[in-house]
């Protein structure tokens, strides 16, 4: 079982429809977590940290349930431009350790 | 351009061959990281430096491979006799020192894509 596990998709939503991608970890050791994008054979790029109380930015909002080791990232208004791999990551972050660890990632396919 | 920077960008090599790749991380940034990407997949850990020190080794890095951050500044990654399942995007990137938090942000470089024929 991987570490991290998120739905591979694709995802295909028209413009302005809202989307939610979950993800699921397996170490509840895990002590910081994040969704980074990825748009295709480029870098990732922190789309944002995921705090427990949950946090919004703009049309991005991210959720955390440490009971059900659980992550989901809910993105409303979709634009084209947010065409792209969203990648669920986690960092055990114990006894020094600072490796991420990814999930495979979403694809989402904004459709005009 | 301040952000990590990688070279070279591309590499195609014959099996058997070693290769080395270079990063260069955001200025100031003493956490330095090599993760590999294939395709459909998350980038994968490698190995993590802080400074010049190397704190930890993934499983993925067999005795063919070997990092270093001699002035823990730029980095190098090399692969001896490197082989098919080489192939690869070998994504490097840095974080400045947060205190004992994990919560660190990594910034990545462009990455080396690599092609073992």
Redesign the interface.
Known sequence: RKE?EQD?GPFNVPEGATVAFNCTYSNSAS??FFWYRQDCR?????LM?VYSSGNEDGRFTAQLNRASQYISLLIRDSKLSDSATY?C?V????G??????????TRLQVQP | DTGVSQNPRHKITKRGQNVTFRCDPISEHN?L?W?RQTL??????LT?F?NEAQ??K?RLLSDRFSAERPKGSFSTLEIQRTEQGDSAMY?CAS?PTGGR???????????TRLTVL
Do not use: H, I
Request: cysteine-free.
């Open positions: 991290v591979p002590q910081s480029k870098e990732p790029k922190l940290s990648l990551v960092n055990r972050g114990t020094g350790r600072r490796a991420l660890t990814f999930g495979s990632g | 956490r990281y993760y459909g997949q998350g980038p994968e850990f993590y802080q704190l930890e993934s994504l974080s938090t994990s919560r660190d942000t990594q910034y990545f470089g462009p990455g």
